[in-house]
T-cell receptor, first 114, second 113 residues
Framework: KQEVTQIPAALSVPEGENLVLNCSFT??????LQWFRQDPGKGLTSLLL?????REQTSGRLNASLDKSSGRSTLYIAASQPGDSATYLC?????????????FGTGTRLKVLA | DTAVSQTPKYLVTQMGNDKSIKCEQNLGHDTMYWYKQDSKKFLKIMFS???????INETVPNRFSPKSPDKAHLNLHINSLELGDSAVYFCASSSIVSGGEAFFGQGTRLTVV
């Protein structure tokens, strides 16, 4: 059974710092891995999608990597800003069910201090 | 133009009532989902439909009945609401053709009193 874990659960950093959020999954049989952002009381915003055949994806100050064999992904945020404060979720599209089934991690709550 | 839209955004109702949440996507995706986010903010899949056919049913009580009238819509009907049903319900859609990227609605906060 696929399980997704995110470390740390919460993180507080001063503005301008570079930071890394971690996501690990137990079964390497995935179609893709997606990073989302969730602001309080809001829906999920897709940040980056990495296909299982890819190693990394970049969008602006965000870079996500995927090491399928070791069951790990990292989200790197460069030059963090207070507007980056949110909960970051990773989700794997599990391939074992024969269809796209997104299994979520528990999230990392990020606070960037001005 | 909202890709995945849910209505209502907030729903407060008494125990024992029946309620529905509607979801529509305009992305042309063939797969739609319902997820539940509990008080600890953990997101768990409930149902998945592909081309109006039920694909995934994650041992959800049969008081919950999804209905997909067409590929663009997936509604969630809940009978005999219980206090434990209070949560945020998210609709989502994806398509293998577009790489499986999932798009989520803004959520429906259900409060059962």
């Amino acid at each position: 059974k696929q399980e997704v874990t995110q470390i740390p659960a919460a993180l507080s950093v001063p503005e301008g710092e570079n930071l890394v959020l971690n996501c690990s999954f137990t079964d390497s049989a995935i179609y893709n891995l997606q990073w989302f952002r969730q602001d309080p009381g809001k829906g999920l915003t897709s940040l980056l999608l990495i296909q299982s055949s890819q190693r990394e994806q970049t969008s602006g100050r965000l870079n996500a990597s995927l090491d399928k064999s070791s069951g790990r992904s990292t989200l790197y945020i460069a030059a963090s800003q207070p507007g980056d404060s949110a909960t970051y979720l990773c989700a794997v599209a599990d391939a074992t069910s024969g269809t796209y089934k997104y299994i979520f991690g528990t999230g990392t709550r990020l606070k960037v201090l001005a | 133009d909202t890709a995945v839209s849910q209505t209502p955004k907030y729903l407060v109702t008494q125990m024992g009532n029946d309620k529905s949440i509607k979801c529509e996507q305009n992305l042309g995706h063939d797969t739609m989902y319902w997820y539940k986010q509990d008080s600890k903010k953990f997101l768990k899949i409930m149902f998945s439909y592909n081309n109006k056919e039920l694909i995934i049913n994650e041992t959800v009580p049969n008081r919950f009945s999804p209905k997909s009238p067409d590929k663009a819509h997936l509604n969630l009907h809940i009978n005999s609401l219980e206090l434990g049903d209070s949560a945020v319900y998210f609709c989502a859609s994806s398509s293998i053709v577009s790489g499986g990227e999932a798009f989520f609605g803004q959520g429906t906060r259900l409060t059962v009193v």
